[in-house]
């Protein structure tokens, strides 16, 4: 049997550098997300200081720190405390995306525009979808997004 010092040991001799197209996310600094770039684009993992946001609040602080005007969301994977579609609800209290695409422009302006359609998962495995009603959707404990400029 390894002891815990033994296993970690092991784990430091055989571990290899992930296979990224790019490189991996790393902290900017800046509260509440973690950028990696790619030319255009950047993946981004908003954390708990972006909570109580919702998600397209999340991702338009996003694209301005990354100074994107505008851009689209292409992947997504997260939590919310619910999901509300334009034409209903998934049940509370917690859903999973497991899909979310969509758009956003006029990023650093005072009025941006968001459209996201997704796709949930409550918490009995029921799948829900359609395009996320403005203002609503509030991240629960992280939200992961693939974002490129348009």
Do not use: Q
């Amino acid at each position: 049997m390894k002891t815990p010092d033994s296993y970690a040991a092991h784990r430091r001799r055989t571990a290899r550098a992930p296979r990224y197209g790019c490189a991996p996310p790393k902290f900017d600094g800046a509260p509440g997300f973690s950028m990696g770039r790619a030319g255009r684009s950047l993946s981004a993992l908003t954390g708990a200081t972006l909570l109580e946001r919702s998600v397209a609040g999340a991702i338009v602080r996003v694209c301005r720190e990354a100074g994107f005007d505008s851009a689209e969301v292409s992947a997504s994977l997260g939590s919310t405390t619910g999901a509300v579609f334009t034409r209903g609800t998934a049940p509370w209290p917690a859903v999973e995306f497991t899909h979310l695409r969509g758009s956003v422009s006029s990023a650093s302006g005072e009025n941006p525009r968001v459209h996201l359609e997704g796709e949930v998962v409550d918490v009995a495995g029921d799948v829900h979808s359609g395009v996320l009603a403005a203002g609503a959707n509030l991240v629960a404990v992280t939200f992961e997004l693939f974002i490129r400029r348009s």
